[in-house]
């Protein structure tokens, strides 16, 4: 027991031996910034970061405020002593900061004349200097005050711009997601103590005969939990980044009257003369809570027109990615053909008359980005989905659509009257909301494709831990563990490389 204890805080110390201490900051001294947004506004923030911030104080407001108590305080320039506004002021000493160093606050009037005057005055201050874009957060990062899962959270919550996004990055920014990761890994350095233990003791009596059949058990139920993890459809991935909804649908039927009924201003050009839309033309839009990225496209058709011909390739290309395909058809031509008709059918041949085949692969820019090895990241989506609108239905009012149960959702609107829109809109929340399934419930869910690499390199390092243990040799099997537990460390503490820290902190805006 006392020899397994000694492993297993030898594999430990190793994993605390951090590299984030060995990284060379992005420069030193004290940094100051607007954290609070730009233009006039009632109140503006200005915070400071690093080893002056007191002198910052003693010059500026004459006395230091108690710790983490907000005080108003008249606020001069060091060198004149000109008073430049009266405001609050914080002093919160390292390391129960933000940052872990000494910071603090100035909440003074959000005019520009105040703001400009207040980062002036700090500027004239020996040793200050401007921050950085996410400088501050960076330093947190360095001080170990976030992990980096907390810090991508924290990234999305500034840039969060529906409650379903909000819930989902304020989940990771407390750190649940960096919680799971980090419960594996201890868990995989458990394992990896007793298998060392074993190596250098198996002949001790101290050793149990079982404590490799225990590593291999809870090897296995931790690959299970990581799949799970890892094959839930990109849910978290497509409420981070909103999901791609297309439009799609022969000439003319109506497919930039319903992208402009939906985000309410005349985005796409509506015309009568069939091929209007060449472009792709996308729009931002916020459903039910949840994010979409709407895309209208050109009208699918033969076509000898260049031009056109590029349009309609793109659409196809847009719809094969979307998660989401708005098939739309006019109803004065539907009604007639096709009442009563299988609609799965319909789809499916309908989408092979327009030249649209199935789902095929998401391509990741931040997964390429992040992954120069290719890593198998991006999994395959079962969940991708349809709805078939019928539009134009005020053309044809004696028709009753009549539509038989199926896979594919259907909605008979007019964009014109504005028939049957209620209830696309709700169809159409219902299945975004589907996609990315709810925020709050259950294990977090996967956000970044950077998350994705890891675990699954961690998932074949413990798949590689069965196969080397079971040709015997066990030392090899033990470096498995290792690295699966490496792994994990990657995607919350231990990275090598400063251009994937670049890559995190640049989302970032100064002052945060
Ligand atoms: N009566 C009626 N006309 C509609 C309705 N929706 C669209 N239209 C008309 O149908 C014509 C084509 O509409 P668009 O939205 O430009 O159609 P589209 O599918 O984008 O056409 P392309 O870009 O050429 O592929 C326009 O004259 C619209 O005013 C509808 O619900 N009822
Ligand atoms: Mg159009």
Known sequence: MILWMKHLACCLGHTHCRRVSQQVLHGHGTIFALSSGHGRSGVAVIRVSGPSTSESLRQMVRRIPPPRKAVLRRIYFPQSSEAIDKGLVLWFPGPK?????????????????????????????????????????????????????????????????????????????????????????????????????????????????????????????????????????????????????????????????????????????????????RDVVETALNIGGYPVLLSDTAGLRETGDAVEKEGVRRAIERAEQADIKIILVDASKFSSAYTNCDVDKFVRDHLYDLGVMGGTQHDDNEAERLMPDGGDAVQPEEDRQTLLVVNKCDLVPSWTPDFPPGDVATATVSCTTGEGMEHFINLLAERVKRGCGNPLSGNPSLTKARHRHHLTRCVSHLESYFSVEQETDIVLSAQQLRKAARELGKITWKISSEDILDVIFKDFCIGK
């Open 97 to 277: 900061s933000f940052t872990g160093e000494d910071c603090a606050e100035f909440q003074v009037h959000g005019g520009p004349a105040v703001v400009t005057a207040m980062l002036d005055a700090l500027a004239e201050l020996p040793g200050f200097r401007h921050a950085e874009a996410g400088e501050f957060t960076k330093r947190a990062y360095m001080n170990e005050q976030l992990d980096l899962t907390e810090v991508e959270g924290l990234s999305d919550l500034i840039s969060a711009e529906t409650e379903a996004q909000r819930r989902q990055a304020l989940r990771q920014m407390e750190g649940d997601l960096g919680n799971m990761y980090m419960t594996w890994r201890r868990r995989i350095i458990k394992c990896l103590a007793n298998v060392e233990a074993y190596i250098d003791f198996s002949e001790d009596e101290n050793i149990e005969d079982d404590v490799l059949d225990h590593a291999r058990s809870e090897v296995q139920v931790m690959i299970e939990e990581m799949k799970g993890h890892l094959h839930d459809n990109r849910r978290g991935e497509r409420l981070r980044s909103g999901v791609r909804v297309a439009i799609i649908g022969e000439p003319n039927v109506g497919k930039s009257s319903l992208l402009n009924a939906l985000c309410q201003r005349p985005a796409a050009i509506v015309s009568p003369i069939a091929g209007t839309t």
